[in-house]
């Protein structure tokens, strides 16, 4: 009897040490990490976002594709509004498109090396590989880390990231600010590495094309498939390959945000938040939704902070909104529907909304301009800080005008 007992020991005490040998420690998923990362060429990757900066829950459909060595493309779809912004990256810059507004903002930048996204999976995994005090769980299926977060905004401190024993794949990403309150919530539905993209997937032309045909708001289609290369589909035009120039005219609404650069200096412009010089090109067309939008007023302000007053200006057929705020800090708040024009703008840098990317320009007078539903923004002080920028822009995207 004490002979079974002693062998049913033994056999307990193996079974143990074999089950811990099979598990691993932050360092080797780290070690795993950085060599999944080294050897990535490109993923996609699909889900839901929650920005819960509100007093209502935002949520966003998100879809992710990226390519090495630097192609990108973000659809962003409001799930209330049904409507897609898509921010792409090629090799001839940086773009926020609207597809069903057919309106570019096209700006240079390096992003995302600079700062990332929360979907973005190598900003998850450079935020868990760069933070030596990061906290680690093993559970069933997933592995566990608990690390700061790196974006660019004092409000987000920490986030938790999921991911999948199996592959690596992100699951699941909690980001919360320094009361430990979740800000930002992404689940990934589906997740692949090695997705295999089309030629022109990353195409301007192409995307602002495959947005709004059938009237939809956004494009799901494999970009393979619409790229013709199993003999069932074909573009719906012919489209330039990333880093070509792309065809004149066949997208409207382009608001060129390069950093000093002119596309056509014989045509120059003045930009009223910047005063930099710029370019404007004729309208081709009438662009859908010109007309009042109404007063879009945020619904945050910081402390000690009112409205001063508001402008409606409807001028040669163009209607805008001009919006000024005094007390701890003085801004102004510009909102325009823009036609067909394309306007430079001083030496910019990319900062993240949650629901598109914006960008900061000026230096003692900044700027802060980012387009959503059409519509143009801009924040205009020369006191107030960009943490209340993001947290006023973020306020007006579920406002409508009044």
């Known amino acids: 009897m004490r002979r079974i007992s002693w062998m049913l020991a033994m056999v307990l005490v193996l079974s143990a040490l074999l089950a811990a040998c099979g598990k691993k420690d932050a360092a080797a998923v780290v070690k795993d990490l950085n060599e999944v990362v080294g050897e990535m060429e490109s993923y996609q990757g699909a889900g839901?976002?929650?920005?819960?900066?509100?007093?209502?829950?935002?949520?966003?459909?998100v879809e992710v594709w990226h390519q090495k060595p630097s192609y990108y493309r973000i659809a962003l779809t409001n799930a209330k509004k049904d409507v897609t912004q898509i921010v792409l990256r090629n090799d001839e810059g940086v773009f926020v498109l609207t597809p069903s507004q057919n309106k570019s903002f096209r700006f240079q930048s390096n992003w995302p090396d600079n700062q990332g996204q929360v979907y973005l999976y190598e900003t998850l995994i450079r935020s868990i590989t760069g933070d030596t005090t990061r906290q680690f769980a093993d559970e069933k299926e997933s592995y566990v880390?608990?690390?700061?977060?790196?974006?660019?905004?004092h409000a987000l401190v920490r986030q938790k990231i999921w991911l999948n024993k199996s592959d690596y794949a992100p699951k699941q990403v909690e980001v919360s600010d320094s009361n430990a309150n979740v800000v930002v919530d992404v689940k990934f539905d589906s997740f692949k590495f090695g997705a295999e993209f089309g030629?022109?997937?990353?195409?301007?032309?192409?995307?602002m094309t495959a947005g709004t045909e059938g009237n939809s708001g956004t494009d799901t289609t494999n970009p393979a498939e619409q790229a013709g290369e199993n003999g069932t589909k074909e573009p719906a035009s012919s489209e330039?390959?990333?880093?070509?120039?792309?065809?004149?005219?066949?997208?409207?609404?382009v608001t060129d945000g390069q950093t000093g650069v002119s596309e056509n200096p014989e045509q120059e412009a003045q930009d009223p938040a910047s005063g930099e010089p710029g370019t404007e090109e004729p309208t081709m067309t009438e662009p859908e939704g010109v007309g009042s939008f109404g007063v879009i007023e945020p619904t945050y302000a910081p402390e000690g902070v009112k409205l001063k007053d508001d402008q409606i200006v409807e001028e040669s057929g163009d209607y805008s909104v001009m919006l000024r705020y005094?007390?701890?800090?003085?801004?102004?708040?510009?909102?325009?529907?823009?036609?067909?024009?394309?306007?430079?703008?001083?030496?910019?840098?990319?900062v993240d909304l949650g629901f598109t990317l914006g960008m900061i320009s000026g230096d003692a007078l900044q700027t802060l301009t980012w387009m959503t539903?059409?519509?143009?923004?801009?924040?205009?002080?020369?006191?107030?800080?960009?943490?209340?920028?993001?947290?006023i822009a973020t306020s007006m995207q579920e406002q409508s005008g009044k």
């Not at 330039?240 to 609404?253: D, H, I, L």
């Open 199 to 207: 030629k022109d997937a990353f195409d301007m032309q192409r995307n």
């Open 48 to 61: 839901i976002m929650t920005l819960h900066t509100g007093d209502t829950p935002q949520q966003y459909k």
């Open 240 to 253: 330039t390959a990333p880093g070509q120039e792309p065809t004149t005219g066949s997208a409207e609404g």
């Open 373 to 391: 539903d059409g519509i143009e923004y801009r924040i205009t002080s020369a006191d107030l800080p960009e943490s209340e920028m993001v947290q």
């Open 145 to 153: 880390f608990d690390v700061a977060a790196n974006y660019n905004t």
């Open 326 to 350: 005094e007390g701890t800090y003085n801004y102004t708040i510009f909102e325009a529907r823009p036609q067909d024009r394309a306007v430079s703008l001083a030496p910019s840098r990319v």
